[in-house]
């Protein structure tokens, strides 16, 4: 019973891939050139799935169901497919297309479309768009990158705040504007300074005589239009919003942020991280070509061959002992390889509590205390298991003390490195988890084979 729940349980995972056969099949007909085929093979799957196939295949691949099935491609597609080839499918589109597909989009949506493509292209598809919609996005536009503002839908839905819920339901079922989807109404005053929030599901359930003042939430939190957008998911996360209003320096409403929106910021701020901390530039895609793939990566490998070097400069000055005691250079890359994998993990923990803002002033003293008590309880343990082994595998204990000593202090710099450096790399503005791996990986390679090796030197000979 229970494996056949597994077999159930992983074919319910496999629904959530592209199929294989599938992509097989859309290839295929384009291949043939069969139109009508690859529109019924496409037509059913989601704007996210269409997404994925267009990032996975190749450039060619994509080229030609572009040509052959373009048309049909609608703005929640074109907001799907990831940045790195968006400015590519774009420019394959004839300009009806692409004039009707953004005209279906929020503005909020039309602003993530065009903020990073090429100036013509951002002219083109303004051009789409009716005037009102246009100057919402122009002005979106103005304000700075990643903040609220580029964040925002303009599209908001608002009441006065004396309006009973009969006269709100009224409204709502006359207007013609209403965003695709909204979660509140938000209370503004006669300036047009927001008051409060009201959610949907409670003007669907009191009676049509309450006033809409009477029933807002408890809490309501605005949000600066110059907030920077990572700070926003934060909010977003830490306090459960749904949506939040914008407002200008003035304090009056002028955008709305959803749930949806922040939750992709906070998304993105998570892979950035990730590819940070691994080197690889954090735009990296599996649809970038070879080139971009290589200048990305470059550089920072680059950077590590200058530690690897300074590395490589330690051991130089402890080549008389290695001569003497060719055990050594068997030995010491388990000592450099075991600081290594311990600075990462706290390393990957500390970028991962900053980023979450959970390391604060008042705890970061504690957190420190705690690394390098882990660090030196693990080293305790590995220097039990190393000195016994390299004793045994070299018939005598002398090694084995040095590189169980050796042992202790790597994996307790280690910890303290791994949670160190991205704090003081934070103070100094530098992003933490760009910078981190290669300085904390030279601390450890550096420690490492200075204490083995100094400790050999000193005691072995």
Known sequence: MAEAELEEHEREEEDYRLD??????????????????????????HAADIADLLEQISGHERRAILRLWGREIDGEILTEIDESIREEVIAS??????????????????????????????????G?????????????????????GRLMQREVVTAPAHWTVGETIDYLRRAKWLPDQFYHVILVDPAHHPQGNVTLGRILSAPRASPLSDIAEEEFRTISVYQDEGDV???FNQYHLISAAVVDDDDRL??????????????????????????????????????????QRLPWL???????????????????????????????????????????????VAVRAMATKSLTESNVWRVVRREAIVGLLNGLAFAVVMGVVASFWFSGPHLGIV????????????????????LMLEKLGADPALASGTFVTTMTDVVGF????????????
């Open 93 to 126: 589109l004839p300009p009806e297309v692409l004039a009707d597909a953004v005209r279906e989009l929020d503005s909020d949506d039309v602003v993530d479309l065009i903020e990073d493509l090429e100036e013509p292209q951002q002219e083109q598809i303004l």
């Open 20 to 45: 294989g056969d599938l992509v097989d099949s859309i290839l295929e007909a384009t291949n043939n050139n069969d139109a009508t085929l690859l529109a019924q093979l496409m037509e059913p799957l």
């Open 302 to 348: 680059m950077v590590n061959l200058l530690t690897a070097i300074l590395a490589s400069g330690v051991i130089s000055i402890f080549e008389g002992t290695i001569q003497k005691l060719v055990a050594l250079a068997v030995l010491m890359p388990i000592v450099a390889s075991m600081g290594g994998n311990a600075g990462t993990q706290t390393l990957t």
């Open 254 to 295: 002028v955008g709305v942020i959803t749930i949806d929106d922040a939750m992709a910021v906070l998304d993105e701020e998570h892979e950035e991280d990730i590819l940070r901390l691994a080197g690889v530039g954090d735009e990296s895609s599996l649809s970038d070509t070879v080139m971009e793939t290589v200048r």
């Open 128 to 148: 789409a768009l009716d005037e009102p919609d246009r100057m919402a996005v122009e002005k979106s536009l103005s304000y700075p990158d990643y903040s609220a």
């Open 233 to 235: 998911a934060y909010a």
């Open 450 to 461: 200075f204490s083995f090796l100094g400790l050999a030197s000193v005691m072995l000979l």
């Open 403 to 422: 590189i169980a000593l050796a042992m202790v202090i790597n994996l307790v710099v280690a910890a303290l490195s791994g949670i160190l450096i991205p």
